[in-house]
């Protein structure tokens, strides 16, 4: 079994009727970076820039976290490396305590206060020295940039206009820069960015749909609190109507979207996210070769039919009944 796996390392994430399908890596800590590579992930598709800054008294610099992501960056060579920049506060910073970032959990409902791309607006020097680490390892490999937590277009148009101030400063400054500066994709992980998505997209490059998150806000549950934890499902439909609308939206636009929450590193739930148009998927690096074995032995056409009859349904444990029974079917 686990040589079988082994051999998939090799294999192209296709699948039967040739459509090819992105599986790519999170990275959580550089300490993974190995395992990435033995998994065979097609770049990094979520980089969690959190470790830097999290059990220190003070804040990473420009240049301490240039070095981190030139060493990861390098480490990928040409495979795309997407950085999202820092999302602290809601649960984030409770368990990792950073007196340099003010706190954030202050507030009366911590996951609905200042989180993510938030707080880096109201924090503009946090942002400008994310940015200007990464606008300078840019050059070295393929690089692109991901916001957490938006709601609204603005907060996208205004992070991109600090990244270009930035990007003119660098210059100015002699700092080689490529030509056209990384993409900027925005994580649609509220309920808020799935319904607003086609407005998002005008601003967006790219679509990174953030299921844990996605999940947690449209339920209104936290899967931490034990007391509601039963009610965490991202398989409600509620959660897979956003999912779709979203997709849609990108789709329309020849936008590419991927999914890098937990869902897409279970292999049950290929097809169905398949069936939804989703040609990207970024996990931990232990699940892609389950998931590259799911993706070879599924149909395009099949993955579509089954997604039409889950879309149908109005009852989560009907949608779980269904998503087994088409798993067990075709393994
Ligand atoms: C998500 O919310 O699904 C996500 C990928 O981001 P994180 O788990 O880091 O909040
Ligand atoms: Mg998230």
């Given at each position: ?20 399908v992105?599986?790519?890596a ?35 610099g ?23 920049v ?23 409902n ?42 609204n ?151 579509a ?27």
């Amino acid at each position: 079994e686990r040589a079988k796996l082994a051999k998939l390392r090799r294999l192209p994430a296709v699948t039967t009727d040739g459509e090819t399908v992105e599986l790519q890596a999170n990275l959580e800590i550089p300490a993974e970076l190995p395992l990435i590579a033995q998994a065979g992930a097609q770049g990094i598709g979520l980089l969690r820039t959190e470790f830097l800054f999290m059990n220190r008294e003070d804040l990473p610099g420009e240049e301490a976290q240039l070095a981190a992501y030139t060493q990861i960056v390098e480490a990928m060579g040409d495979d795309p490396v997407t950085i999202r920049v820092l999302d602290w506060g809601g649960e984030k910073d409770m368990e990792a305590q950073n007196s340099g970032i003010a706190p954030t959990h202050g507030g009366p409902n911590p996951a609905l206060g200042l989180r993510g791309l938030r707080l880096l607006l109201k924090r503009p020097e946090l942002l400008e020295a994310q940015f200007a680490a990464i606008l300078r390892v840019a050059d070295r490999g393929n690089v692109r940039v991901l916001l957490p937590l938006v709601t609204n277009p603005a907060e996208v148009k205004q992070a991109r206009e600090i990244l270009e101030r930035v990007a003119r400063r660098l210059r100015r400054r002699g700092e080689r820069l490529p030509e056209r500066l990384p993409e900027v994709g925005v994580m649609i992980e509220t309920p808020g960015a799935a319904l607003a998505a086609d407005a998002i997209a005008l601003e967006a490059d790219f679509f990174a749909i953030g299921t844990n998150d996605l999940a947690m806000y449209t339920l209104a549950v936290d899967r931490a609190e034990a007391e509601v934890s039963h009610l965490y499902d991202p398989l409600h439909p509620a959660v897979l109507r956003l999912m779709q609308f979203a997709t849609e939206a990108a789709l329309r636009l020849r936008m590419p979207v991927s999914v890098c929450g937990e869902m897409a590193g279970n292999p049950k739930l290929v097809p169905l996210l398949l069936g939804l148009g989703i040609r990207s998927f970024s996990m931990n690096a232990g699940s892609i070769p389950r998931v590259k074995q799911a993706v070879r032995a599924l149909e395009i056409g099949d993955c579509a039919r089954f997604a039409r009859r889950v879309m149908e349904q109005s009852d989560p444990a009907r949608i779980r009944e269904l998503v087994t029974e088409f798993a067990e079917g075709v393994a």
